[in-house]
């Protein structure tokens, strides 16, 4: 089941556990039910769970997607144990750097360097510093990227083609699954998926 990345071709067991966080209203759940139905479709094994609070006036939305070829027995990732952490928003990126495994060495931190617009925001310099610590880091100007692929809404979509190459599924697999799943603006959203997926 080798898809992306060398270190998912372990052919006994694979798993990816994948922590998606970030604020009401980035379409995070959304990005966590394509990674979902798509790695159904490749043929894994899926559970997935989510715990958002007052999501719709902002506040902090958690998702955890588990995939493996073989039996997953809970939906909720231990700290310490994610291989994938993709961050919507820095601040709650930072927030959850501890999830991270960092017994992985192939554990990886994509984050959007957009912060949302709250009064009395920590300086996202150093936010992006502390972030950068984990050896493997990569930080996006999504805003910029789906601009760029012609509707600011699609910031989502942008992460989920940054974090395609992190993850054991086809990525056409997922650019189906987009398809399938986005109700409006289908082509912009695919741009972004390509752009994302450039970085």
């Known amino acids: 089941m080798c898809r992306n990345m060398s270190f998912w071709c372990n052919k006994e067991k694979m798993k990816s556990d994948i922590l998606i966080v970030g604020v009401g209203g980035q379409g995070i759940i959304l990005t966590s039910d394509i990674i979902s139905k798509a790695a159904l479709k490749d043929g894994f094994n899926v559970k997935k769970a989510e715990t958002h609070g007052m999501a719709q006036r902002g506040g902090s939305v958690i998702t955890h997607v588990r995939i493996s070829n073989s039996d997953i027995y809970s939906p909720l990732i231990p700290k310490g144990k994610v291989d994938v952490l993709i961050g919507f928003e820095p601040m709650e990126a930072l927030r959850y750097m501890g999830y991270i495994n960092r017994k992985n060495k192939n554990s990886i931190m994509i984050v959007n360097r957009n912060p949302i617009e709250i009064e009395n925001y920590p300086d996202i310099n150093e936010i992006i510093s502390e972030i950068k610590r984990h050896r493997n880091s990569i ?21 989920l083609g940054a974090a395609s190459r992190y993850l054991p599924i086809d990525r056409d697999t997922l650019k189906e699954t987009i398809k399938e799943n986005v109700k409006r603006a289908i082509n912009e959203n695919l741009k972004a998926f390509e752009l994302g997926s450039q970085i």
Do not use: D, P, R
């Not at 930080?139 to 942008?158: C, D, R, S, W």
């Open 139 to 159: 930080i996006l100007n999504a805003l910029e990227l789906a601009n760029k692929a012609g509707n600011v809404l699609t910031q989502n979509i942008v992460m």
